[in-house]
């Protein structure tokens, strides 16, 4: 079975510029959760997706949203980049909410704003 | 806030050797508990979970130990190989409410094996 795969893995934005990061989950998986890596912060939750509604949401402003498809993929998109959002963002699927479920990480899409 | 605290920052072990790496949790609203290895420019990878009914659990040469009562829970390497030189994150899942299935993670061990 395929990973969790996220597009791109490298990215350079300008401050100001708006971006949007792909991940698709292991097949079958219908939940996706995005997650900001960085040196300072460490690993911070960004917000969950599950049958293409958002089921949580971590404490980040309205500038970072997300979305997720029917087919379970999810983007999630940065507007108004600032200096502070360069960071590693990571996707993680699961089978879904309950009491069984465990988080597969993507490798991430390292994100560069200048 | 609901927060997971982990300690060392960084360990230092000789290949052979038992490397442990400690977490601490403030809230008792989690009911799963995983742990993440991560090498440089990968995404972090499960290695071992553990659920709070469940004092230890062993997989291979990776041991958790839960004490619910003191709210805290830790790693286990036994035998330490180099190849096992990765960050490694506890992180504590949400049990209910605006943080259900949410993983709070801590800051990341650092393990150094040396050969």
């Known amino acids: 079975k395929a990973g969790v795969t996220q597009t791109p893995r490298y990215l350079i934005k300008t401050r100001g510029q708006q971006v949007t990061l792909s991940c698709s989950p292991i097949?079958?998986?219908?939940?996706v959760s995005w997650y900001q890596q960085t040196p300072g912060q460490g690993l911070q939750f960004l917000f969950e997706?599950?049958?293409?509604?958002?089921?949580n949401k971590g404490n980040f402003p309205g500038r970072f949203s997300g979305r997720q498809f029917s087919n379970s993929r999810s983007e999630m998109n940065v507007s108004t980049l600032e200096l502070g959002d360069s960071a590693l963002y990571l996707c993680?699927?699961?089978?879904?909410?309950?009491?069984?479920?465990?988080?597969?990480f993507g490798p991430g899409t390292r994100l560069t704003v200048t | 806030q609901q927060q997971v605290k982990q300690s060392p920052q960084s360990l230092i072990v000789q290949k052979g050797g038992i490397s442990i790496i400690n977490c601490a949790y403030e809230?008792?609203?989690?009911?799963?508990f995983p742990w993440y290895q991560q090498f440089p420019g990968k995404g972090p990878a499960l290695l071992i979970a553990?659920?709070?009914?469940?004092s230890e659990k062993k997989e291979g040469r990776f041991t958790i130990s839960f004490n619910k009562s003191a709210k805290q829970f830790s790693l286990h390497i036994m035998d330490s190989q180099p190849g096992d030189s990765a960050t490694y994150f506890c992180?504590?899942?949400?049990?209910?409410?605006?943080?259900?299935?949410?993983?709070?993670f801590g800051q990341g061990t650092i393990l150094t094996v040396h050969p």
């Open positions: 553990i659920r709070p009914d469940v």
């Open positions: 809230n008792t609203a989690f009911d799963y």
């Open positions: 997706y599950f049958s293409e509604t958002q089921r």
């Open positions: 993680a699927s699961s089978s879904g909410p309950g009491q069984s479920y465990e988080q597969y």
């Open positions: 097949s079958g998986h219908r939940s």
């Open positions: 992180a504590a899942r949400g049990a209910g409410g605006t943080s259900y299935g949410k993983l709070t």
